[in-house]
C-alpha cells in the first residue's frame, strides 16, 4: 500500500479493492464466497458516500445471480442487511419484490415492486411482475400491469412475453375481461406476417381480441377478386392493404429512367386504375371496411438531388399516387381509408430502421424495427371501427394549461404568451382547441377558486380557450377523484368516455387508482412536448366526422342553460313544459345511416339491447320490408340534440319485435323515451300489428334502461340469466303521449 | 450463452429448448420455416445488439453455426 498516500484515500483504496474482490467472485459465480466477503466488508467498515454507488452496483449483481438460482434466503438477507443502500434502487427493489411474490408475500412484493416503479418509471420489469401477482384476483388491474410493461419494452421477446401473459389471462379470466372480439385480414403485395404479434399486442391494449387472416405472399389480386377466396371465407370487419410500390409497378420503377417522363406518369395512372377497379371488387364481395397503406417515398433517389428538378421524378410520381389513393378513399367514404405509411416510417427515421438484408432475403420492404410503429398506426383505426373513441378530455389548470401556480403567481404572473416559456403553453391551448373543433368535449378538473379561474379566462390576453368552451368546470379544492365522478355525472357520459391530462403525477395516480376507467395519459415532465403528447394520443380518432360532431359543443352548452332553468324552477313539471320540446321520428335515410350507426356504436347506457351494426347493416335494415328503422330528433327552445334516439324494429304480420331501442343518454327522464315509444306503438298498430314485443339486455353498464319497459306497460313474458323478454297487448294497452311534448308528424315507410 | 441462444430459437421455432439439439436444422424440423428464422435472426440482432449480414443469416442453418456467428460478433 502507498506509504504517502491521504488517509482518507487510502481508506477508499482499500475499501475498492473489497470491493471489486466481490465483484470478481460474483462474476466468476462464488457466491457463497461473495456473500460472506459482502457481509464482513459492511461489519467492519462504514462506507462511505462516494463509495456508496460501486457497493451497491455489486451486490445488485450478487442479487441478479442468486435470483435465477432460487437462492432466496440469501439474497434477502442481502437486501435487508445493506438495505440502507439499497432501498433506493430499483433493480434490488424489483428482485425484492420478485422473491416475495414467489413466497406467495403478496403486500410485500407489491409494495417493493410500486417503490420501484416510482423510481425508475421507465423499466419494464416490476410491471411484469406486478402484473403476475393480480393476475390471479385482478385480471383487469393485471392486464393493465402488462400492458405498461409493453408500453416499456417493445423489442421481440418483451412483444412475445407480453402476448404469452395477456393469453394466459384472457384463457383463464376471458369473461371478467370483456374484451372485444375484431376479425381482422392483412393482405399486400410484400412480407408484413412478421407485424402479427405487434398488432396483436396492440389491440390487447385495447382491450381487443384480434382474430386474423394473413393473405398469401403477393397473393392479394386473387384474395380481393374472387369471391370464394379465403379473405371473404373469413369475413373481415377491418382490411388492411400493403402495398410495395416497386412490386406494383416493375415496369415503372424497374426501368424509371429509360421511360419518357410523361410515359411514367401514364403507366402509374394506369397501375392505379386497375387498383382502382380491385378496390371496387372488394367494396361489392366485402361489407368489411378496407384501410389501404400509401406509397413509400424512397429515401434515396436514382438521379440523386436532381429529382427534384425532373419533370415526374421518382418523388412526384409517387406523391401524386398517393393523391390518387386519397381520391379513391373519398370515393368511397366510411369504407375506404389510406392510411399514411409512409408517416409512420419517416418518423421512425428511415435510416434508422432501415434492413436491406431482409429485403433481399425476405422481401419485407416494411423493415421489422418500424413494425411496432405501424401496429401503432393500424389501432388508431381499429378504435374508431369499434365505437371505442373517447368524448371528453378533462385538463388540470396549473401547470398544464399555462406555467405556474395561479394561487400564488396571479394573473400576472403565469406563464402563458408567444415567448418561451410560456409559447409551449400557448400552443398546448392551441392544439386543444382544435380538438374541440372536431367534437370533442372539455372539460377542467383542478385545485384552484373558481373566481381567480375565471378571471384568467376573462382577463388574460393570451388565454386561447374561453370559458365557453369547457362543458364542465370542476375549480375547487375537493380531491380530484370525486370531482372526476361529478364532471361525468353532468355531462352523462360514462367513465370510460374521458382522457385526464394533469402535469401532477400523484393526481394522476390517484385517477388511475380510484378510477381505472379513466384514460390517464401519462404526461412527459417537460412541458415542451405536451401539445406533441396530445397529438400523439389514438384516443379520440374519428373515420368520419357526422353534423353531430361538429355541433356538439354547441349542444352542451345549450345543456347548461337547461340546467339553470331546472334550478330556477323548484316543481319538474314546470321545467318540462318550460323546456318546449319538440320530437320528431323518422325513418333511417341516405344521410342519417353514419349517425344511427355511430349511435350504435357508442350508446352504452339507456340501450335495450347493446347490438352494435355497421352502417351496411343499417343500410340493409332500412332497405327490407321486414324491417323498421326510426331515429328520433329533438329540440326545445334552448337548441337542437340532434339525432339521439334509434329503434330498430323486426316486422312479422302478428307481431313487431323491437331489436333496438336507445337513447342518448343526455336527454333521458323527461318523457322523450315514451314519446319514441309512443310513435312506434302507432305505427306498428297501423301495420296491423297485434303485440309489440321486447327484451333487455343485461350489461354492465345498461342498468338505467332496465326498468324502462315495465314502467311503459309492457308485461314481462319470460326472464333468464341473458335477458328479459317483455310484450304489449297492442288491442289492449297503449303508451301515451307524455302532454309536454309536441311530436311532429312524418310518414313512415 | 449456449442456453440463452437455444431459448431464442426455441421461441422462434415455437418447440421446447430441450427438444433442440446440435444436428437440429431447417432440413429436419419442421417449425423451422423462413418466417420463423427470420424471427430468430430479429430476435438474436436484438437481444446481443449485433448486426448480422445476409450472408451469415443464411449460413446460420443449426446450433454451433448460430454460436460460431454470434460469438465471432460480439
Known amino acids: ?749 | 450463452m449456449e442456453n440463452k441462444l437455444r431459448q431464442i430459437l426455441a421461441d422462434a421455432i415455437d418447440v421446447a429448448p430441450e427438444n433442440l439439439t446440435d444436428k437440429s436444422s431447417p432440413d429436419n424440423t419442421p417449425e423451422w420455416d423462413s418466417f420463423a428464422h427470420l424471427n430468430m435472426v430479429a430476435a438474436l440482432e436484438q437481444e446481443f445488439r449485433i448486426s448480422l449480414t445476409l450472408d451469415e443469416v443464411i449460413e446460420m442453418q443449426n446450433l454451433p453455426k448460430i454460436k460460431e456467428v454470434v460469438s465471432r460478433k460480439l
Open chain 1, 1 to 749: 500500500m502507498e506509504p504517502d498516500l491521504d488517509p482518507s484515500l487510502k481508506t477508499n483504496l482499500e475499501l475498492s479493492l473489497k470491493i471489486s474482490e466481490v465483484q470478481f467472485l460474483v462474476e466468476k459465480n462464488q457466491l457463497a464466497a461473495a456473500d460472506r466477503r459482502l457481509r464482513t466488508l459492511m461489519e467492519e467498515s462504514a462506507i462511505p458516500q462516494e463509495m456508496e454507488k460501486a457497493l451497491v452496483q455489486t451486490a445488485v449483481a450478487l442479487l441478479e445471480k442468486l435470483h435465477p438460482a432460487k437462492q432466496d434466503d440469501r439474497a434477502l438477507d442481502i437486501f435487508n442487511r445493506c438495505s440502507r443502500y439499497l432501498k433506493n434502487d430499483p433493480r434490488a427493489l424489483t428482485l425484492a419484490g420478485s422473491i416475495f411474490s414467489r413466497r406467495g408475500n403478496i403486500d410485500e412484493a407489491v409494495h417493493h415492486l410500486n417503490k420501484a416503479v416510482g423510481l425508475a418509471p421507465s423499466s419494464p420489469d416490476p410491471y411484469l411482475l406486478l402484473g403476475d401477482l393480480f393476475a390471479q384476483d385482478q385480471p383487469g388491474k393485471a392486464m393493465e400491469s402488462y400492458s405498461q410493461y409493453h408500453q416499456r419494452n417493445y423489442s421481440v421477446l418483451g412483444t412475445r412475453t407480453f402476448l404469452k401473459r395477456s393469453k394466459s389471462l384472457l384463457e383463464t379470466k376471458g369473461g371478467e375481461l370483456a374484451f372485444k372480439d375484431l376479425p381482422v385480414a392483412v393482405v399486400g403485395n410484400f412480407t408484413i406476417e412478421p407485424l402479427q404479434p405487434y398488432l396483436e399486442a396492440e389491440c390487447f391494449k385495447l382491450r381487443v381480441r384480434p382474430r386474423f387472416f394473413f393473405g398469401g405472399y403477393d397473393q392479394y389480386v386473387q384474395e380481393m377478386s374472387d369471391p370464394q377466396s379465403g379473405l371473404y371465407r373469413f369475413k373481415p370487419a377491418l382490411t388492411f392493404l400493403f402495398l410495395d410500390h416497386q412490386a406494383l409497378l416493375p415496369e415503372l420503377f424497374g426501368a424509371f429512367l429509360e421511360t419518357a417522363p410523361e410515359e411514367r406518369l401514364q403507366t402509374a395512372q394506369n397501375g392505379l386504375e386497375q387498383l382502382r377497379k380491385l378496390l371496387e371488387k372488394f367494396m361489392e364481395l366485402s361489407d368489411s371496411k378496407l384501410v389501404c397503406g400509401n406509397f413509400t417515398l424512397p429515401a434515396d433517389h436514382y438521379m440523386g438531388v436532381f429529382d427534384a428538378q425532373m419533370e415526374w421524378g421518382q418523388k412526384e410520381i409517387l406523391l401524386e399516387m398517393n393523391k390518387t389513393l386519397g381520391n379513391f378513399a373519398r370515393s368511397f367514404p366510411q369504407r375506404l381509408f389510406v392510411l399514411d405509411i409512409d408517416k409512420v416510417l419517416s418518423n421512425c427515421g428511415k435510416d434508422v430502421v432501415a434492413n436491406e438484408k431482409m429485403r433481399y432475403l425476405a422481401k419485407m420492404t416494411v423493415p421489422e424495427k418500424a413494425l411496432p410503429g405501424l401496429a401503432r398506426e393500424i389501432v388508431r383505426y381499429v378504435r374508431p371501427a369499434l365505437g371505442m373513441t373517447k368524448k371528453c378530455l378533462v385538463l388540470d389548470l396549473d401547470n398544464t394549461l399555462w406555467g405556474g401556480i395561479l394561487g400564488e403567481d396571479g394573473l400576472e404572473g403565469i406563464r402563458l404568451d408567444l415567448e418561451p416559456p410560456g409559447n409551449a403553453f400557448y400552443e398546448f391551448q392551441k392544439t386543444i382547441k382544435t380538438l374541440h373543433h372536431r367534437g370533442i368535449l372539455l372539460a377542467i378538473n383542478s385545485k384552484n377558486d373558481l373566481e381567480l379561474v375565471r378571471e384568467v379566462f376573462e382577463k388574460h390576453p393570451y388565454m386561447q380557450l374561453k370559458m365557453d368552451d369547457f362543458a364542465c368546470i370542476r375549480a375547487n379544492w375537493q380531491d380530484k377523484a370525486r370531482n372526476m365522478r361529478e364532471i361525468a355525472q353532468e355531462l352523462n357520459l360514462g367513465l370510460d368516455s374521458f382522457v385526464y391530462m394533469d402535469d401532477n403525477p400523484a393526481e394522476r395516480y390517484l385517477i388511475q387508482r380510484e378510477l381505472p376507467e379513466v384514460t390517464t395519459v401519462e404526461m412527459p415532465p417537460d412541458f415542451s412536448e405536451f401539445a406533441r403528447t396530445l397529438l400523439r394520443l389514438d384516443a379520440f380518432e374519428v373515420l368520419c366526422l357526422t353534423e353531430e360532431d361538429k355541433h356538439r359543443k354547441h349542444l352542451y352548452q345549450a345543456e347548461s342553460k337547461r340546467r339553470e332553468l331546472k334550478n330556477q324552477t323548484a316543481d319538474l313539471q314546470d321545467y318540462l313544459n318550460a323546456l318546449e320540446i319538440q320530437v320528431d321520428v323518422c325513418p333511417a335515410d341516405r344521410f342519417s345511416i353514419p349517425r344511427i350507426a355511430q349511435l350504435t356504436h357508442r350508446t352504452n347506457q339507456f340501450n335495450l339491447t347493446t347490438r352494435r351494426y355497421s352502417e351496411s347493416d343499417i343500410a340493409r335494415f332500412a332497405t327490407s320490408a321486414g324491417h323498421g328503422v326510426y331515429y328520433l330528433k329533438t329540440h326545445d327552445r334552448f337548441g337542437d340534440h340532434g339525432i339521439t334516439g334509434v329503434c330498430i324494429a323486426r316486422k312479422t304480420p302478428e307481431a313487431w319485435e323491437i331489436d333496438t331501442f336507445l337513447m342518448s343518454c343526455r336527454i333521458i327522464g323527461r318523457g322523450i323515451e315514451q314519446a319514441f315509444l309512443h310513435r312506434i306503438c302507432l305505427d306498428a298498430r297501423s301495420g296491423k300489428a297485434r303485440k309489440l314485443t321486447a327484451r333487455y339486455l343485461a350489461t354492465r353498464k345498461n342498468h338505467i334502461a332496465a326498468d324502462f319497459l315495465p314502467g311503459m306497460n309492457f308485461r314481462k313474458i319470460s326472464h333468464n340469466e341473458i335477458e328479459t323478454v317483455y310484450e304489449l297487448d297492442l288491442g289492449e294497452e297503449s303508451v301515451a303521449l307524455p302532454p309536454h311534448i309536441k311530436l311532429n308528424a312524418n310518414h313512415g315507410k
